[in-house]
């Protein structure tokens, strides 16, 4: 195989590429010193965001991790503590960071099979108001988890139950348009019951760089201040936020597409005797690969061109760069990989 033959890579759909359309937008976007508030493009951005899934305003970070980190810093004081899933990002993926930066405690629950946190689990972890324990303030969700999509009628008594506790709730939507998409409802229907919402533009819909976080108009002029401590505030966004908007614009529906490129992906890996395939429900599902099998699996796939994170548990991802054409030899290789591997005696 060519040494320049474009590669099919399978590890994220943050790996995605701006394209030519996305570009001629950053190229002639507006800009101005979004730490004055001055870009236009940045404005446009979280006013869209804000007005897409049904908030009153919205900020643009960097990053999820940054987006997620300012709403529990806001939501949360020193010795308080937020609910959260053992599998979500905001605690597993994001370096601890509101322990770490906020001395906030976050009080992890087993997730159930579905992604879901069960609502009795939810209901016992909420601290009686005692000096001995850290003060219940948030329950996190996330959308989706794990590929998994957690339904409108879970979240909705998932919300009311934790409001009803007197707790605020908070979502991590990085992938929240897959599951709008998914369920054929609305972004803002999606969306229902949280007071603040990170949307991430840098996965399923493609934009290089960005998050926004979304709420009512205080939360996010309170927010402006986190993001300028952590060293988000940025100047000329505009030339990177025109990809998120551009993203918004014209890549959710889209993402329709991936599903079925995920599902047409497991079900031809499914041939194989060798692997567990699961079910995807959006665009991320998990093989199981035999452990002796792994690192010649592996090999094989680089020399093809094929990027996937091989392990005994291994994840795959479909995203706007991958076609139904490239699905086709992922399988193939797969299918020829296994049909002569096998395990020693």
Partial sequence: MSHDAPWIDLRSDTVTQPGDAMRDAMH??????????????????????????????????????????????????RGDEYLVGQEAHTYKYEGGGAAVLGSIQPQPIANQPDGSIALADIDAYIKPDDMHFARTRVLALENTIGGRVLGASYMAAATTLAHARG?????????????????????????????????CLSKGLGAPVGSVLLGNKAFIEQGKRWRKMLGGGMRQAGMIAAAGLYALEHNVQRLADDHTNAANLSRGLARIAQLKVATPQTNIFYIEVPPAACDAL???????????????????????????????KVVAVFTAFFKDWHPAA
């Fill in 28 to 77: 002639s976007a507006p800009v101005g010193d979004d730490v004055y508030g001055d870009d236009p493009t940045v404005n446009r951005l979280q006013d869209t965001a804000a007005e897409m899934f049904g908030y009153e305003a919205g900020l643009y970070a960097p990053s999820g991790t940054q987006s997620n980190l300012i709403a529990l810093l806001l939501h949360c004081a």
């Fill in 298 to 328: 592996r090999a094989t796939l680089a020399r093809e061109h094929i990027r996937a994170t091989v392990g005994q548990h291994t994840r795959l991802v479909t995203h706007l760069n991958i076609t139904a054409a490239d699905v086709d």
């Fill in 167 to 199: 707790l605020v709730t908070h979502l991590d939507g990085a992938r929240i348009c897959n599951a709008a998409v998914k369920q054929g409802i609305s972004l803002s229907a999606a969306c229902a019951g949280f007071d603040s919402v990170s949307v």
